[in-house]
């Protein structure tokens, strides 16, 4: 935009002058003079300013136009990409269906190959089934006119060497017939009563058996519970009272020479929620250390022999492994912590 510029300035300039008095003397002296000047510039900047306007539309255009060319770019590598990917997917798909056909047809075939034979089998089968019944029915009806006779036989020749039980079976049925048919019914009432009673009886001491029985059977469980508690009791420890329990740890040491040296604490999960914790347990074992006793190291010995035994298996790289493991246990010592 247009605008008004204002400069002043002041000249200063030194001059020697040349005067006569009134009594005609001449005299000079040294005067400063000082005359103040103010410029003031107008600048017409509409030239300029319309240009910066045209060269920014000219920018913003092709700021555009940049905009534009990127999100085209962007839009057809994200469809080639897409394309790729539907074509990629297409071709997986295509091959795992071809696949998947192919097996089904080759299934298919074993299928129908395995149905023919079973329907064959199973013509088969019923046709022996037809077979068999056949033969299973004339047997079985020879069979049965032969036991039928033998029934016969059986029963009158039971009956020739039982008759008199059979007479006495008669007659007993002929007595009890005539007493209910006779005017004793009242006895056969009567006596049906005092059976019935009698049984109540007995049915209400069975139950009452077994309900003594029930109640010994929950005496017997409350007494159980009672002492099993006080069991408990006496194995818990008191409210605040101190106790000393001994938890698992492994302590292994591991050195590169002899002089540096590095321990490792490997415990349980179990032990490190019950809040103990590496530092503790190295400030507890560490400088305690003791010779194993003979017998100890031994039974030690057979157990990590018979590891190496079982790891060896035949394999060449396992047994270079196992006999380098056998050198360093035999150079190392072999010592617990107290």
């Known amino acids: 935009m247009s605008y008004t510029k204002h400069i002043h300035d002041v000249i ?7 005067f006569t008095d009134s009594q005609g003397q001449s005299h000079s002296r040294e005067v400063t003079l000082h005359e103040p000047i103010d410029i003031y510039v107008e600048v017409d900047t509409s030239p300029f300013d319309s240009s910066v306007r045209t060269c ?3 920018v913003q255009g092709l700021t555009a136009s940049v905009a534009l060319f990127q ?3 962007i839009e057809a590598k994200q469809q080639s ?3 790729i990917c539907d074509a990629t997917t297409k071709g997986f798909f295509g091959v795992i269906d071809q696949n998947i056909s192919i097996q089904n047809a080759e299934e298919e075939a074993q299928m129908t190959a395995l149905a023919g034979e079973l329907i064959q089998q199973s013509k088969e089968l019923a046709r022996k089934q037809t077979v068999m019944s056949g033969d299973y029915n004339r047997i079985k009806e020879r069979y049965s006119k032969l036991f039928d006779d033998l029934n016969g ?3 009158n020749r039971i009956y020739s060497l039982l008759a008199p039980c059979f007479d006495f079976v008669e007659r007993a049925t002929a007595e009890q017939r005539r007493k209910v048919d006779s ?3 009242s006895t056969v009432v009567v006596d049906g009563d005092e059976t019935a009673k009698v049984r109540t009886a007995i049915a209400a001491s069975h139950v009452k058996s077994n309900a003594v029985n029930l109640i010994n059977s929950a005496k017997d469980y409350i007494d159980s519970q009672a002492e099993l508690a006080g069991r408990i009791a006496a194995v818990l420890c008191d409210e605040g009272s101190e106790a000393t329990y001994k938890v698992p740890v492994m302590v292994v040491e591991s050195s590169s020479d002899e002089t540096h040296g590095d321990t490792q604490v490997i415990m349980h999960d179990t032990t490190r929620r019950l809040g103990v914790t590496e530092q503790a347990v190295r400030q507890s074992v560490m400088g305690s250390t003791a010779d194993f006793r003979q017998e100890d190291k031994q039974k030690i010995d057979n ?8 790891y060896n298996d035949g394999d060449s790289r396992k047994a270079r492994v196992a006999e380098v493991v056998r050198r360093l246990y035999a150079g190392a010592g072999t010592r617990t912590y107290a």
């Not at 200063?12 to 040349?18: A, D, E, M, N, R």
């Not at 990590?304 to 079982?310: E, G, I, S, V």
Request: without cysteine.
């Open 81 to 83: 990409a897409q394309d």
């Open 183 to 185: 005017s004793l019914l």
């Open 303 to 310: 157990y990590f022999f018979a590891a190496l035994d079982a």
């Open 153 to 155: 036989e059986l029963k």
């Open 12 to 18: 200063t300039l030194s001059k020697t002058v040349t």
């Open 71 to 73: 999100a085209g770019e």
């Open 56 to 58: 920014n539309a000219h």
